[in-house]
């Protein structure tokens, strides 16, 4: 009855949940970044998901990799109201749980090495944090609703429960069930099967708790007591009575504080039930004021275990190794450095210009071992038939070109129509009018070869502007001016984050779109097709949304010849089987446009990309080829 009642404020809280997620991702309401990568771990529940331990096995799993850590809270139940406050600085506890909250002390005795701080807004402690400590891999603790804070990594805890549960106040939800599509992974408390089946197996892990043992309050290992009586202050204290085997319990408020007149309630109900000793959370431990109870105090201890550690932990340390942005005085610095060169360069002649592009791209081969070492790596699974010396050899010639392609993204702006045009030979021109008379739109579907930069300009010029889908480079500045570039010949920059709808809004109004789809994705992004032999995660974006709206997908790439003008060619069209399963005609098109891209790299392959990992991503043992592309087809569904 009083759910009934409840249900009409439940929606209006639901959709205005909905509303706000939406906002952010549509950048109108704007998010924050700090230097360092953020990991988010949080859930759906007012409570009681396991979400703390998570904090605390990932903040663990990164420390112990050689990653600096902070872990920023909200600091719950605790009285501390200022911006930021260190509770941790990685070697010394600095506040009680009375001012900092019970949680945030618990995962300061916990993890040693690790910076804790707390404050209302985290992108503001998160600041606080590098201003003292310098750039540090952030995990953002009870972060999911907390969108104001860009984040890498999105770790959502859930108990099966939740799908079927009601938003606040009818329910115990800060969310409806379907905002976890958001989340990057799902970890899922009780039976999983619900979560996989609605969300996509590659996406959720099991989640459970294994018991560590009893410690007494100065974290001396203790043995099971015989008769425990238990007490706690925590969201559903059921599961921990049981755990413990409490023969007598007592539960309070989830962060309650414990006074005086409380403790002498809990060690009269445990004399009472006959009990050997009163067992507690460690949670709750670190809000207890001093006590000496007639009978012994435990502190009974779990931790998170997760079905796939092994994957979780490739995510969570790929995310932690996002290298830290850089601070704003040195980006001004740099965008003032690009102006001086670009100015320098915009005199030179090209021929000049590019043979300074690639005398400084192999100075740079030379100094960067690791990346050629990566090089190296992809040459030899591609090539197995080459020798060490055509292998070095490629690798630099690699460096070299791409120098002259930075080189060119100095000198092109300014120049005109008829000169930008004179630099390319366009073969392959009947397919794109063919597609675009079509009205259904057009696919661009290019790779990292050439120069697709000077590809786009020259496109616009030749056969009119379009969407190019581009990620914003870490300096705001240096992004303004290679949009200025993208932008000249009339095409529309579309920024990955948030470009299917926008792409979407294009096709549909029989615009073109170019888009790059040669580089890794991370498993829930795409799909394993074949690429030189190997299985290599690719996006599935171009493969949905043909299937989706019907458009062209138009090969092209454009290729550097010897005399310095390109060749741009357009192949024809990859086309549809409008009769084939959805899910099977979207691995096939991937797999197409990626056999088609290995062909271009096969005949220019120092034109190439080779520096990145490109099959950094491997499929799990017995993973399903198709199960990547259903995230890209319930995205593409519900734009």
């Known amino acids: 009855m009083r759910r009934a009642l409840l249900a009409p404020l439940a929606a209006l809280f639901a959709r205005a949940s909905e509303i706000r997620a939406r906002l952010y991702r549509r950048g109108l309401l704007r998010q924050r970044r700090l230097r360092g990568p953020v990991i988010s771990v949080g859930n759906l529940s007012v409570g009681g998901s396991g979400k703390t331990p998570v904090v605390a096995r990932i903040a663990a799993m990164l420390r112990d990799d050689g990653l600096p850590v902070a872990v920023l809270s909200r600091g719950h139940g605790g009285r501390f109201r200022g911006e930021a406050l260190m509770v941790s600085d990685g070697r010394t506890v600095l506040a009680d749980a009375d001012t900092a909250g019970d949680e945030p002390v618990m995962l300061a005795r916990e993890l040693p090495g690790v910076v804790v701080a707390v404050g209302r807004r985290r992108d503001r402690v998160g600041r606080a944090v590098e201003a003292r400590f310098g750039a540090r891999v952030h995990v953002l603790d009870d972060g999911f609703q907390h969108l104001r804070l860009a984040r890498d990594l999105d770790l959502l805890c859930i108990d099966a429960s939740d799908l079927a549960g009601h938003p606040l106040p009818a329910g115990r939800l800060r969310e409806p069930p379907a905002a976890a599509a958001r989340a990057d992974l799902i970890l899922a408390t009780g039976d999983a099967g619900p979560a996989q089946a609605r969300f996509g197996a590659d996406r959720v892990l099991g989640l459970s708790r294994r018991a560590v043992g009893f410690f007494d309050l100065q974290g001396a290992p203790q043995p099971p ?35 005086a007149a409380d403790l002498t309630r809990v060690a009269e109900q445990a004399a009472r039930s006959g009990a050997d000793a009163i067992v507690t959370t460690a949670k ?86 690791r990346h050629v070492a990566v090089a190296l790596d992809n040459l030899a699974q591609a090539f197995p038939h080459w020798d060490a ?56 579907v290019t790779a990292h070869i050439g120069n697709w930069e000077l590809h786009g300009l020259a496109h616009g010029w030749t056969f009119g502007p379009i969407g190019v ?41 029989g615009g073109a779109v170019a888009i790059l789809v040669d580089q890794n994705v991370q498993e829930k992004d795409g799909i394993f097709v074949d690429f030189f032999g190997r299985p290599a995660a690719t996006t599935t ?45 979207i691995l096939r098109l991937t797999q197409e446009l990626t056999r088609v891209i290995e062909g271009w790299v096969r005949e220019v392959p120092e034109q190439w990309l080779w520096v990145h990992r490109r099959w950094k991503t491997q499929p799990p043992a017995g993973g399903s080829r198709v199960e990547g592309a259903v995230a890209a087809l319930r995205a593409a569904r519900s734009a």
Request: glycine content about 8%; some cysteine; aromatic content about 6%.
């Open 541 to 585: 974006v171009a493969a949905a949304l043909a299937v989706k709206t019907g458009c062209a997908l138009v090969p092209c790439h454009t290729e550097l010849r010897p005399d310095g003008r390109y060749r741009v060619v357009y192949e024809p069209p990859v086309l549809l089987r409008p009769a084939a399963q959805r899910d099977a005609e």
């Open 389 to 444: 010396a055509r292998r070095l050899r490629t690798a630099r010639e690699v460096y070299a070109h791409f120098g002259q392609v930075l080189i060119e993204l100095f000198w092109l702006p300014g120049r005109g129509r008829d000169e930008v045009l004179s630099l390319i030979e366009v073969e392959g021109r009947e397919h794109v009018k063919s597609a675009m008379a079509a009205g259904r739109g057009a696919l661009l």
């Open 225 to 259: 007591p015989a008769r425990p009586f238990g007490f706690a202050g925590i969201a559903r204290p059921e599961r921990f009575f049981e755990d413990v085997g409490a023969a007598g319990r007592m539960a309070f408020p989830d962060h309650h504080r414990f006074t």
């Open 469 to 509: 889908v581009a990620r914003p480079l870490d300096n705001p500045r240096l992004d303004r001016r290679l949009c200025a570039l993208r932008t000249a010949g009339g095409n529309a920059v579309i920024y990955k984050q948030r470009a299917l709808a926008q792409m979407l809004r294009t096709l549909r109004g």
């Open 284 to 369: 709750d431990a670190a809000r207890l004021p001093a006590w000496t109870p007639p009978l012994p105090v435990l502190v009974f201890e779990t931790e998170a275990v997760f079905c796939d550690e092994a994957r979780l932990r490739e995510r969570v340390l790929a995310a932690g190794r996002r290298p830290a942005l850089r601070s704003r005085p040195n980006r001004r610095l740099e965008d003032a450095a690009a102006g001086a060169f670009a100015r320098v360069v915009a005199l030179l002649p090209r021929r000049a210009s590019l043979a300074l592009g690639r005398g400084l791209g192999r100075l740079l081969g030379d100094l960067d071992r």
